[in-house]
């Protein structure tokens, strides 16, 4: 099976970008996406040329680095899917493929479909977590927690940190990566000390990095690849009317 | 060099060792700390929890990964759970017998007074993790479940779904960002480490590459740790990351840190095989799988191409309940592992061609769904069926699985005494990358124990210690050992730019090496076949160093340039693998000798002549490494023979 693949080249950050135009004559369904793009880059290499950048690590879906919009859509056309775990089973023979690196102006691009994504990073070190200094915890089962609660903290904290969601949104909102963060440790007996401050200075963070803010149109709960629902972000609204009144 | 391999251990009963040994140990005042600058490599389970507590306490940490955000580390895969000895269950758990269990699991490969640290070590960890909101599973009562995992007696392990490693490695990585914030911890992402800087005799620094702009720096510090993972992507295809290396570990290897039993590298048995010769790397699919799945291949090599389903009973062999009728398809790792290679070897694997061979043999739920229905088993493993499904587009409801063994863990590592201190002063190593407590064979759910027990609880401690005896003192940044460990780095990355013949893709020469210590040092060693190895290794490493082909240059993001380097080191450690698997003559734990297995597959122990750690010294030629002896003595256990008949 073959295909004709456009991908966005661009050497760094500040480089004019371009698609450029590549067949691959051979392909099976077996192959992830990414193997696909090895095999590429492969005959790239040992043609002289520079293969194509880009983030990959475990290749399981879970350390969240594999970042590509394929056909305009980030992680590509399968649902609740990283694009390590999509598979060319998913396209046919004959198929033009247009692969670009997450859209977001607060994610620059590093190298091709490479960007920077340290924003998430620094969101994060603005409050998202809790401070439990080494050695100063109470036995693990000092405070129980419900088996609901449990469970849906577990839904928020899945979050890999990949940043589709930001790279779907209109408004290049990281909107459902903060809340995330912000239910899984607002909704634990552990989490509520830093509760009304944390969700001022993550938000506060967003802003400072350059993302939009939410306007519900709900592309980023539709890529997510851990299927993480847009009501956190109701709930992290709440939480922050909420601080208001209590702070 | 004269290595004297003191362990370090305190001595007295083994329940007071630590305690006593926290007590002997010096401190360095609070206000002093801040005058320290420590250097942590690495940001999983071992490096985050380091940096984090260090950062805590006061010390000036500067921490690195080569990924774009310490999030992303290796430990982010771990799926299973994290044992402890809570004994939560009121079964007769402890942690004596969490101890013991490790050591005789480890086929007494390992010290005595290391793993009762980590046993004891294994409950405040929980405690940590659980102050921290990371989000273990729960009981409807609201206290924390567990189950039993790898054979265990006991229901020890504490589990996040399948995604334990996710969620323990977001604590350590909030802890770790909390100082971030703090200003305690500098934070390096994309900056990987290529050489360590040693002045007089003391590890005083690192050179690492800025992997977006190519930069070339030196960092110093007044002692430096290593927490960069295993090396089990040594063999190519492993269920390691891609990005997982040996680089940090064999460049301080080279400066004379000692390199501990890099033999000991573990097969985990139900892998997703291969598909093709472009496979990138192989999936685990958890070990609970074979308590309702059979494992099984045709009887007879003609009929391996057939569909699972055309072949009747008669025409099948279920290996593992033939052969091991008390435990069938529940027998240990290595002993599933190499019983599906021998069905493979006789010619009765399955699956697809790959370079000639099928590699892969059935886990069949038919009988199990046929008794509890579909239902039932989906709610057992709905999520891996699917994660099947997706990867190789089968429904194992439909058809059996495909499994085969693959690399998966390395017990092998840097050498370290009680204090996790290599045998360069001041260089200390930690989590998977050292060698210190699983011995010759790792239990389920206890590498994220041991990683978490070194970086939040045994390090902070013997740092200080090792700090205390040493002024703070900065390297002036023109000292001679900075720029000629830079200039060092640097013509390596020119040779590797601008190999004479260059014509294959680095992965090419990755792939050699893989192959050929997956078929001679991987689930079964012989000898012959180990030195025939042996003489091709140096031969590929030649080939590798005259036709590797790098395009692009330095000082820009170029991947190609990361893994060649990676490989270059690989290539050197994977002689180290043979060499040591071959010297080790005995078998024990996951070294399957072929020439001493009993006639069932067993391993068989040498305690006479081989209780001992093999330590390997540089020599200046990676073929003629020199070997040095960590003799074991087991004071409170007394070494004994598994059976699983
Ligand atoms: C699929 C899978 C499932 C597993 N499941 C379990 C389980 O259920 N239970 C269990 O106990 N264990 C499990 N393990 C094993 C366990 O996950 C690992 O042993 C453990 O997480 C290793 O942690 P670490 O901190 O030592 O290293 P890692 O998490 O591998 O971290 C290494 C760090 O070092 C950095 N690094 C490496 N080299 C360099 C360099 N040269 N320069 C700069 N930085 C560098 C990396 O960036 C990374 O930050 C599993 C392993 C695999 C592969
Ligand atoms: S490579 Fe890790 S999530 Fe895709």
Known sequence: MSLVLHIWRQSDSTAQGRFERHTIDEFTPDMSFLEMLDVLNEGLISAGKEPVAFDYDCREGICGACSLVIDGIPHGPQNATTTCQLYMREFSDGDEIWVEPWRVGAFPVVRDLVVDRSAYDRILQAGGFISARTGSAPDGNTFPVSKETADRVFTSSTCIGCGACAAACPNASASLFVAAKIAHLGLLPQGQPERNSRVHTMLAQMDTEGFGFCGNHRECEAVCPKEINIDRIARMNRDMYRSLVRR | ?645
């Open chain 2, 1 to 645: 060099m004269i290595y004297d391999l003191h362990s370090n251990e305190p001595t007295g009963p083994l329940e007071n060792r630590w305690t006593k040994h926290r007590f002997d140990m010096g401190l360095v005042n609070p206000a002093n700390r801040k005058k320290y600058q420590v250097i942590v490599v690495g940001t999983g389970l071992a490096g985050g929890s380091t940096a984090a507590t260090l950062g805590e306490m006061g010390y000036h940490v500067k921490s690195f990964c080569f990924q774009d955000s310490p999030r992303r580390a290796h430990s982010i895969a771990a799926q299973g759970g994290i044992n402890a000895a809570k004994n939560y269950q009121n079964d007769g758990d402890s942690v004596w017998r969490l101890f013991y269990d490790t050591i005789k699991g480890g086929d007494f490969r390992s010290r005595e007074s290391n793993v009762y640290r980590l046993a004891e070590l294994s409950v405040n960890i929980i405690d940590q993790a659980v102050a921290q909101g990371v989000p273990f599973a729960r009981e409807y009562g609201g206290l924390l479940a567990n189950r039993s995992f790898g054979g265990a007696q006991v229901s020890r392990t504490f589990y996040a779904r399948g995604q334990t490693g996710q969620q323990l490695l977001l604590g350590a990585y909030q802890a770790l960002n909390r100082q971030i914030a703090a200003g305690m911890v500098e934070m390096f992402p994309r900056t990987e480490m290529l050489e360590l800087i040693v002045i007089d005799g003391r590890a005083r620094g690192i050179v690492t590459r800025n992997l977006v702009d190519g930069k070339i720096e030196a960092h110093t510090a007044d002692c430096v740790v290593l927490c960069t993972g295993g090396y089990g992507n040594a063999y190519y295809l492993s269920t390691n990351a891609k990005g997982c290396n040996a680089s940090a570990v064999w460049r301080a290897h080279r400066h004379g840190a000692l390199f501990a039993n890099p033999c000991f590298t573990q097969i985990h048995p139900t892998c997703i095989p291969q598909s093709g010769s472009y496979q990138s790397k192989l999936t685990l699919m958890s070990e609970s799988l074979r308590n309702d799945g059979r494992v099984w291949a045709p009887l007879r090599p003609q009929d391996s191409d057939c569909a699972p389903a055309d072949l009747p009973e008669d025409a099948r062999d279920y290996f593992l309940e033939r052969r091991y009728p008390a435990f069938g398809n529940l027998v240990p790792r290595d002993i599933a592992s190499r019983a599906a290679k021998e069905a493979c070897d006789d010619g009765r694997g399955v699956g697809p061609e790959v370079n000639g061979r099928r590699l892969g043999v059935y886990l069949d739920f038919s009988k199990a769904i046929g008794q509890l229905g579909e239902a039932v088993i989906g709610e057992r493993y709905g999520n891996l069926f699917e994660m099947y499904q997706r990867i190789t587009g089968e429904d194992p409801n439909k058809t059996p699985m495909r499994i085969y063994p693959a690399i998966h863990y390395a017990m092998g590592g840097l050498w370290v005494d009680y204090n996790l201190m290599t045998t360069v002063d001041g260089l200390f190593a930690a989590g998977e990358c050292n060698f210190s407590d699983h011995g010759a064979n790792r239990l389920g759910a206890s590498a994220l124990m041991q990683g978490l027990a070194d970086g939040y609880f045994v390090l902070p401690y013997s740092i200080g210690n090792y700090l205390s005896q040493h002024e703070a003192d900065p390297i002036a940044p023109d000292h001679g050992a900075i720029s000629s460990a830079i200039s060092a780095v640097n013509s390596r990355i020119d040779r590797l730019l601008s190999a004479p013949g260059a014509k294959h893709p680095p992965e090419h020469f990755h792939r050699l090496l893989g192959q050929l210590i997956w078929d001679n040092c991987g689930m079964s060693r012989d000898p012959a076949e180990l030195k025939n190895a042996l003489q091709q290794l140096p031969e590929i490493r030649d080939r590798f160093w005259h036709e590797v082909k790098v395009t692009g240059s330095g000082e820009q993001f170029n991947q190609t340039l990361e893994r060649a380097g990676r490989i270059a080191d690989f290539l050197e450690l994977g002689e180290l693998m043979c060499v040591d698997a071959l010297e080790r003559n005995e078998s024990c734990g996951s070294h399957a000798r072929s020439d001493h297995l009993t006639a069932d597959g067993e391993v068989k122990r040498d305690d006479d002549n081989y209780s001992y750690v093999a330590a390997w010294e540089y020599s200046g030629d990676v073929s003629t490494p020199i070997l040095h002896k960590e003799q074991l003595c087991f004071e409170f256990v007394h070494p004994s023979i598994r059976s699983y008949k």
